[in-house]
């Protein structure tokens, strides 16, 4: 669904209960959770 | 002159891009819902004039992100493309994407050329565009595809978007020469697919390459070519590298074309999804706000639905008596007025609150608001071995357990789906309502407690509350039981807010109530009339049974009408229905039970909502009065043991108790069947449920008599 390699990923929000992510890729907004997110290697934009 | 033409559309897009809006304003009320076979998948057809000459049968495909299926219903876009080169398969595919998210978009509309079916290329939600500061270069983008691209925006500029469709469809279908846009296997490994060509010339590269690895394979294969294919799977190395070069390279095309026809300017953008999220996913206001939506959503079932509902039942038992009276007597009249006549009206009376559950429904999950409910109760439904998007399903439970199990289908994790699907039946649906409403009425006083509180009503949110927290239970406990292996893969989208369409929503609601009728409403109908037949007739001592109490009647002092009341009830008894609600009595004595009730649970164990019906039609069956109402009928029913009333409090609450737990529809049991495609789980639903039903009951009779 678009996070691929070199995508900029933004964190929207975070739930409540501290799970699931509310991420931006690419510019869909998704919404997964940190297991999942875990996975996605990030660098700090910025 | 040619003569006239009819060609067939796929619409197919990613979920939320306004492809089933499209559908709608196309083909409006000319559509119809059937099945794909072998899969419990809706197929929605119809069809629209292009032009003069050219027809259009219009298919709306399963929303779907890209061609490699994750779910049933991604699967089965495959299929449909894969078997594009048959009769009936697309001429034109119209894909449908939503200009925010046109990157993602594209990932699937260039799939789709690559398997070279004229593709029209409708880009949605134009007047969002000034909005977000997004800028389209057309013609550009034209070229560059290799398509027709129409921009439009379908709730506002409904006539001139679709009036634009049409046109391209028509131009795409003219110059069928379809491009493909990607190429993938020159960027990959041009040797692995040279000889995968080989392999079989009957099929593209693209063609072969998505069987090998999706699995997936056209109706058209033969079996050898399939085996070959296999073997030739097997012997490679390197797929899921391939696959993922491929997903990266698509990805690097559409950058470079969106770079010269796509500009976004965020200085322009103005953020309404900022604002509305942060309320609706607040940790405080966002459960508040969902538990107020419930709360007004059941609010209003009751409160809009309670006056239909009297009037449907008013008016099929006066219809019952005005045929009563009119036809000539004999069987005939009896099988119109005493079978199918409440039959329908047992199926008519859901109407109502069923409608407007979907309604509700409906505008959640056109508004976008869906999705967060989803996010918020992710984590909460995890404890309980369920996913957030099992929220769905157990709202929907609340009307009725079958489209709910339906809804199941896009939770991904086999486990968290099977669990849901499991404990959705003990949700209060609409059909134990009626069941609920009769006995409530019989047994509760209509008071009022603390001055506001209606005790029914009160009564009846606690059966609510009841199945609710019986469903989260056995779900923990089959979390913790259950030895099933599953990975679930967790993606859900967060769509913009959207003002919803009247028009989608009235379809939506229509077909699903549509759906509800003719699946549940026939097994409704047919066992009213096979109970109206089975209380009709019996065995010899049937017949004899109106000649012995005239005979033993003679020398009482007995007015003609008690007699009739005899003799009806005396017939009751011996006939087909009265024999096996007998036997079955010593069984449900213990739940405080006779055999007339014994008749109605043996005929509810096909749908709950025929207690109410069966019960009119065991009391109907002779009776005089045709007007008076079940309820009134139910209510003058005399415990010949006691003396007292038949349904006293004990056994109402007994038989609110097993009601609420028993697993009682046959639809839904097919259903299950068919979702977890044996038959281990709806028996163990069958049994487990109705196990917890007869213990519970009880109990509970026991201890109240």
Redesign the interface.
């Given at each position: 669904m678009g996070c691929l390699p070199g995508a900029e990923v933004e964190l929207i929000q975070i739930a409540p209960l501290k799970d699931p992510l509310y991420i931006c890729v690419n510019g869909s907004h998704l919404a997964i959770r940190k297991e999942t997110a875990a996975k996605i290697e990030i660098i700090k934009a910025k | 002159m040619s003569s006239k033409k009819t060609i067939n559309v796929a619409l197919i897009g990613n979920p939320n891009t306004g492809k089933t809006s499209l559908f709608n304003q196309l083909t409006g009320l000319n559509q119809k819902v059937g099945n794909y076979p072998g899969v419990t998948v809706d197929k929605k057809e119809g069809s629209s004039r292009l032009s003069n000459k050219l027809k259009a049968v219009f298919t709306d495909l399963p929303g779907t992100?890209s061609i490699n299926p994750t779910s049933i219903d991604e699967t089965i876009v495959l299929k449909t493309l894969l078997n594009s080169r048959e009769e009936k398969t697309p001429d034109v595919i119209v894909v449908v994407a939503d200009v925010?998210?046109?990157?993602?978009n594209l990932?699937l509309f260039s799939q789709i050329k690559d398997l070279q079916i004229p593709t029209v290329l409708a880009i949605n939600m134009a007047d969002q565009m000034k909005r977000k500061g997004i800028t389209v270069d057309l013609k550009l983008l034209e070229r560059e595809l290799g398509s027709e691209v129409v921009l439009m925006s379908i709730r506002k500029e409904t006539e001139k978007g679709i009036a634009e469709v049409k046109k391209a469809i028509i131009t795409t279908y003219a110059n069928v020469k379809a491009q493909p846009l990607c190429n993938v296997n020159n960027k990959i490994d041009p040797v692995f697919f040279e000889k995968l060509k080989e392999i079989n010339p009957k099929y593209s590269i693209y063609e072969l390459w998505l069987m090998l690895t999706q699995n997936s394979f056209p109706d058209s294969i033969t079996k050898k070519e399939k085996e070959e294919l296999l073997a030739f799977k097997n012997g490679s190395k390197n797929l899921k590298k391939y696959q993922h070069k491929e997903?990266?390279y698509r990805?690097q095309k559409i950058n470079e074309i969106l770079k010269k026809t796509y500009l976004?300017d965020r200085s322009k953008a103005s953020d309404v999804?900022?604002k509305l999220?942060k309320v609706f996913?607040?940790?405080i206001y966002?459960?508040i706000l969902f538990f107020a939506i419930l709360l007004l959503i059941f609010q209003s079932i009751f409160d809009w639905s309670s006056l239909p509902m009297d009037l449907i039942d008013n008016t099929f038992a006066s219809l019952s008596s005005y045929v009563k009276s009119q036809l000539p007597l004999g069987v005939l009249n009896n099988l119109i007025s005493e079978g199918i006549i409440p039959g329908i009206g047992g199926i008519v009376i859901f109407i109502p609150q069923i409608s407007i559950l979907f309604l509700f429904i409906a505008i959640l999950e056109e508004t976008g608001y869906m999705?967060r409910v989803?996010?918020?109760m992710?984590?909460?439904m995890r404890r309980f071995g369920m996913s957030?998007k099992s929220v769905i399903p157990l709202i929907s439970g609340t009307a009725c357990a079958i489209p709910a199990i339906m809804a199941t289908r896009n939770i991904s994790g086999w486990k968290e789906r099977l669990i849901t699907i499991l404990v959705t039946p003990f949700t209060t649906c609409s059909a134990r309502l009626p069941v609920y409403a009769i006995i409530i009425a019989l047994v509760i006083p209509d008071k009022k407690i603390i001055g506001i509180l209606n005790l029914q009503g009160l009564i009846l949110l606690s059966l609510y509350v009841l199945g609710f927290v019986t469903a989260i239970l056995a779900a923990i406990i089959l979390h913790k039981t259950l030895k099933v292996k599953s990975t679930?893969?967790?993606?859900?989208?967060?769509?913009d807010y959207k003002v919803p369409s009247i028009k989608n929503i009235f379809l939506n609601v229509v077909e699903k109530t549509k759906t509800f009728i003719f699946g549940a409403g026939k097994i409704i109908l047919a066992i009213s009339i096979i109970l109206w037949f089975l209380a009709s007739n019996g065995p010899q001592s049937y017949k004899d049974v109106e000649k012995n109490i005239i005979e033993n009647s003679a020398h009482q002092q007995i007015t003609p009408e008690e007699l009739n009341q005899k003799v009806a009830s005396a017939k009751l008894e011996k006939s087909y229905i009265g024999i096996m609600g007998k036997s079955i009595e010593p069984i449900i004595k213990p739940l405080g039970y006779d055999w007339k009730i014994g008749i109605a649970l043996i005929s509810s164990f096909a749908a709950r909502e025929v207690f109410v019906g069966t019960l009119a039609t065991i009391y109907s069956v002779g009776s005089e009065d045709d007007t008076a109402t079940i309820k009134q009928r139910m209510a003058s029913e005399i415990n010949l043991q006691t003396g007292e009333k038949r349904f006293n409090l004990p056994v109402g609450i007994s038989l609110l108790v097993f009601y609420a737990f028993a697993m009682q529809c046959m639809a839904t049991l097919a259903i299950v069947k068919r979702e977890t495609k044996s038959w281990k789980w709806p028996l163990i639903q069958l049994f487990g449920m109705g196990a917890l039903a007869y213990i519970c009951s009880f109990i509970v009779y026991q201890l109240l008599s």
């Open positions: - | 992100y925010e998210n046109l990157k993602r990932l997903t990266i990805y976004v999804r900022a999220d996913t607040h940790k966002g459960y999705s989803v996010f918020l992710d984590k909460i957030g679930s893969f967790f993606v859900v989208e967060m769509p």
